[in-house]
């Protein structure tokens, strides 16, 4: 199957720092992908969709400013964490979707913690 | 919310037991798809089946979908302790856009 990579697979980062995490599509071009949160023991929560070439798209309560998302490429998608705080701390994990296939891809996550 | 939800939240069983976990979702669906989480891991793809179909096989996995109720269930036939994981459905909506519910949170003891 399709493979999507996300990168760094962890990091810890100092409170008022921003940290970049990238989405990658390997074998596949990806005018789509999707940025989740998931907290310890809880399900995804969808943040935004990414759109290659256009701003994203968020979902409600999430702050557009606190996690800026580009999509420059067909194969990578970037979230940053702006002036990331503890409460920030969580796993994120981002989706490619395949064109013509309804599968999505998931990356192996990332897990932030900010002290 | 834009969650859906699962039972049982948690759900122990003996190796070789079935295990069925149920989903609700609060919207029309083009599909429903189920995902499996090793803890702290990514999501792997198990099963879709789409809002006209009403039952789907694949391996030990069998799933139901009743949009009526807009509910589905996974059934593992033959438990292994490697199926120790968290589960959980997810629907599309469209655009591939996904929406997943709470979870289970299967243990399977040897």
């Known amino acids: 199957g399709a493979v999507v990579s996300q990168h760094p697979s962890w990091v810890i980062c100092k409170s008022g720092t921003s940290v970049k995490i990238e989405c990658r599509s390997l074998d596949f071009q990806a005018t789509t992908m999707f940025w989740y949160r998931q907290f310890p023991k809880q399900s995804l929560m969808l943040m935004a969709t990414?759109?290659?070439?256009?701003?994203?798209?968020?979902e409600q309560g999430v702050e557009k400013d606190k996690f800026l998302i580009n999509h420059a490429s067909l194969t990578l998608s970037t979230l940053t964490v702006t002036s990331a705080h503890p409460e920030d701390s969580s796993f994120y994990i981002c989706?490619?979707?395949?064109?013509?296939?309804?599968?999505?891809?998931f990356g192996q996550g990332t897990r932030l913690t900010v002290v | 919310s834009q969650q859906g939800e699962e039972d049982p939240q948690a759900l122990s069983i003996q190796e070789g037991e079935n295990a069925t976990m149920n989903c609700s979702y609060k919207t029309s669906i083009n599909n429903l798809q189920w995902y499996r989480q090793n803890s702290g891991r990514g999501l792997v793809h198990l099963i879709l089946i789409r809002s006209n179909e009403r039952e789907k096989h694949s391996g030990r996995l069998r799933v139901t979908l009743d949009t009526s109720k807009k509910s589905s269930s996974l059934l593992i036939t033959a438990s292994r302790a490697a199926d120790t994981a968290s589960y959980f459905c997810?629907?599309?909506?469209?655009?591939?856009?996904?929406?997943f519910g709470s979870g289970t949170r299967l243990l399977v003891r040897p």
């Open positions: 989706s490619a979707a395949l064109p013509g296939n309804t599968e999505a891809f």
């Open positions: 997810a629907t599309e909506q469209g655009s591939y856009k996904l929406i």
């Open positions: 990414s759109n290659e070439g256009s701003k994203a798209t968020y």
